[in-house]
T-cell receptor, first 110, second 113 residues
Framework: RKEVEQDPGPFNVPEGATVAFNCTYSNSASQSFFWYRQDCRKEPKLLMSVYSSGNEDGRFTAQLNRASQYISLLIRDSKLSDSATYLC???????????FGAGTRLAVHP | EAGVTQFPSHSVIEKGQTVTLRCDPISGHDNLYWYRRVMGKEIKFLLHFVKESKQDESGMPNNRFLAERTGGTYSTLKVQPAELEDSGVYFCASNRATNEKLFFGSGTQLSVL
């Protein structure tokens, strides 16, 4: 079983749509949770950290359920520029290394 | 402020050859990490330096990989001898403190033929 599981997609959505990605992680000791965005042939870039109480940054909302070891990302009013791979990332349980999911591809079309 | 820079951006070598990848972290960042993504797989941790010391090298696949960070500034990752399965994108990342935002370099695409 992978340490971080994501639906690979692709999710093909029209501009303006709302789309949700889910992720599960296996290490109950993980303390830090993130969503990264990776454009084709580019490096991963931090989109947002995920906090227990849930957090929002503009059109993006992240949620964490520690009991279920489940993380989600909601994107509202999708833009063409949101097309990318979204990586669910957790820490390895108190250590300084990050565990990456394989990513979920999003394609937003006109 | 310059970001994390990696050199070369691409490297194509034959099986059995040696390749050295370089990473220059953001100035002042004590923490430096190497990650890699092999074809079709997720990005995986290789190792973590704090200044010049190896904090965690649990992700290094085997003894053909050698990472150094002499002087605690830039780091090199040498693969000797390279094998076909080493092909992938090698990312370097840095941060000032381990609980701070991690910045990634644009990666080195390594192709072993």
């Amino acid at each position: 079983r992978k340490e971080v599981e994501q639906d690979p997609g692709p999710f093909n959505v029209p501009e303006g749509a709302t789309v949700a990605f889910n992720c599960t992680y296996s290490n109950s000791a993980s303390q830090s949770f993130f969503w990264y965005r990776q454009d084709c042939r580019k490096e991963p870039k931090l989109l947002m950290s995920v906090y227990s109480s849930g957090n929002e940054d503009g059109r993006f909302t992240a949620q964490l359920n520690r009991a279920s070891q489940y993380i989600s990302l909601l994107i509202r009013d999708s833009k063409l520029s949101d097309s990318a791979t979204y990586l669910c990332v957790v820490d390895s349980g108190g250590y300084n290394k990050l565990i990456f999911g394989a990513g979920t591809r999003l394609a937003v079309h006109p | 402020e310059a970001g994390v820079t990696q050199f070369p951006s691409h490297s194509v070598i034959e099986k059995g050859q040696t390749v050295t990848l370089r990473c220059d972290p953001i100035s002042g960042h004590d923490n430096l990490y190497w990650y890699r993504r092999v074809m079709g797989k997720e990005i995986k941790f290789l190792l973590h330096f704090v200044k010049e010391s190896k904090q965690d090298e649990s992700g290094m696949p085997n003894n053909r990989f050698l990472a150094e960070r002499t002087g605690g500034t830039y780091s090199t990752l040498k693969v000797q001898p390279a094998e076909l399965e080493d092909s992938g994108v090698y990312f370097c990342a840095s941060n000032r403190a381990t609980n701070e935002k991690l910045f990634f370099g644009s990666g080195t695409q390594l192709s072993v033929l």
